[in-house]
């Protein structure tokens, strides 16, 4: 292990002794920061951008439901813009004021008809409340594991009231489908910088680690990322208590990690309101 001294506070203690500590300690005044603080979310953007995971089978999904779609912990637009694009009003949510700026300034260099059909909203997805305004609502990348169980409850009981009688909850969770050994590797960002990303899985912790080394700016940064492991088998329980039904399964194959892609109708769909099997 490097002998150069780092600055770690804010390093999560389950990252010590870890590929992560390693080569976070290899960079010289290093700040730690939470990959979705303001300064991580313009590196996370970045590296993001030209990330095109999960989105052709997110689409697809969206595709066959109507009406508006609601997008939950939307970031910066990397899902939303392709939603957009197949003529939907998306309404995008997130917690983070920075994510929505950037989110606000690519659409403002979009299409006028892409900006127009967007509404960003800086909010908590597990309070968030339109009732019975969504054909479609979609939660993808990694965003449910970063809740813990009760935070996802509360956002699945919202879906429930936002959704339209006949609206789809369309849900991804990413599962890791390789080995478990920590890694490191290097990735370009749609700027041309480049990051280390350190993957370290703690399956018996139940999450996994991201910590991505940004060295390009002013000071170097190591932001990382907690992600519950999250299987399709317990995140369908919970739609499931939500008072949904699973009607779609897909495996959307990775090099590491796979995603499962879940679709979900409101289990007393068609039904009179207040009417329950
Ligand atoms: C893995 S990123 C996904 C962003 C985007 N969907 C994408 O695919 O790039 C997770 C997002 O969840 C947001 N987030 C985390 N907890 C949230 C909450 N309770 N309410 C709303 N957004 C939340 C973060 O701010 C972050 O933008």
Request: hydrophobic share 40%; proline share 5%; charged share 20%.
């Amino acid at each position: 292990m490097s002998t150069i001294t780092a600055d770690l506070t804010g390093f999560p203690e389950a990252l010590r002794s870890t590929l992560a500590e390693e080569a976070v300690r290899a960079v010289p005044d290093v700040q730690v920061l939470d990959m979705y603080s303001e300064a991580g979310s313009a590196v996370y953007h970045d590296f993001t951008l030209a990330d095109a995971s999960e989105v052709p089978e997110l689409v697809r999904a969206v595709r066959s439901t109507s009406g508006p779609v609601l997008e939950l912990a939307a970031g910066s637009g990397r899902i939303t813009l392709p939603l957009l694009a197949i003529g939907r009003p998306v309404c995008a949510v997130d917690l983070s004021e920075p994510m929505i700026d950037l989110l606000s300034r690519r659409l403002e260099q979009a299409p006028q008809r892409l900006a127009r059909a967007c509404e960003t909203v800086v909010a908590d997805i597990t309070e968030f409340e339109r009732p019975a305004q969504f054909g479609a609502i979609v939660v993808g990348t990694t965003s449910l594991s970063l809740l813990d169980a009760d935070q996802r409850a509360r956002t699945f009981a919202r879906c429930r009231t936002n959704t339209l009688p006949d609206g789809r909850l369309i849900l991804t969770t990413s599962v890791l489908t390789g080995t478990d050994d920590e890694r490191i590797v290097t990735v370009t960002g749609a700027s041309g910088a480049t990051y280390q990303v350190v993957d370290v899985p703690k399956p018996a912790e139940g999450s996994r680690w991201t910590v991505v080394i940004a060295q390009g700016g002013a000071r170097p940064m190591a932001l990382w990322s907690q992600i519950r492991l999250l299987s399709a088998e317990v995140l369908a329980e919970e739609v499931r208590q939500a008072g949904f039904e699973i009607v779609d399964q897909q495996l959307i194959p990775g090099e590491r990690y796979s995603s499962v892609l879940l679709q979900a109708s409101l289990r007393n769909a068609g039904r009179p309101r207040g009417e329950h099997s």
